[in-house]
């Protein structure tokens, strides 16, 4: 499997480019996908909130965002094109979370890049059979790279 990843950082942001390329790579092992290009973007609250407040209407920052890329008809069988779409994940957002949420900060990272990229195949949230199916494939991903249960409560 041949995965292009375009990394780009507005911001200093943890994961190391081995990281990112291992989780998705594991996402789409997973889910028996083959080549894939995407672009990971690492941005501060500013630009997340303002890229939240565009595309989905809510207000402030949030932890990420999925843009699927869908090929156009017209060129879908002209171009070989495997472009799964851009994550941009808000670097200040996730460090928040892991810190309240005491969880591993690589971990979450882990876990917001697979969620994110579970978002580009077509998985989605919005009611409960739907989070239900993606919860699930997260705890299964996530665990085939050595991180529990992003889901399961931590006790004090």
């Known amino acids: ?56 209407h809510k207000t402030g920052a949030t932890n990420v965002l999925s843009f699927p890329f869908a090929t156009p008809p017209e060129v879908e069988d002209e171009v070989g094109l495997n472009l799964l779409g851009d994550l941009i994940i808000c670097a200040e957002v996730v460090k928040k979370e892991a810190k309240e949420q005491k969880k591993q900060e690589l971990a979450h990272w882990a876990h917001m890049v697979v969620h994110g990229t579970l978002h580009l195949l077509g998985y989605d949230h919005l009611v409960d059979t739907e989070a239900t199916i993606m919860e699930t494939k997260e705890i299964h991903i996530l665990s085939q790279l050595g991180y529990s249960d992003p889901y399961r409560e931590i006790e004090e």
């Open 1 to 56: 499997m041949n995965i292009n990843l375009d990394v780009q950082r507005a911001v200093t942001a943890l994961p190391q480019d081995e990281d990112l390329t291992k989780w998705v790579t594991e996402v789409l092992s997973a889910e028996q996908h083959g080549d894939a290009e995407l672009t990971i973007r690492f941005v501060d609250e500013k630009e997340s909130a303002e890229l939240n407040n565009q595309y989905r």
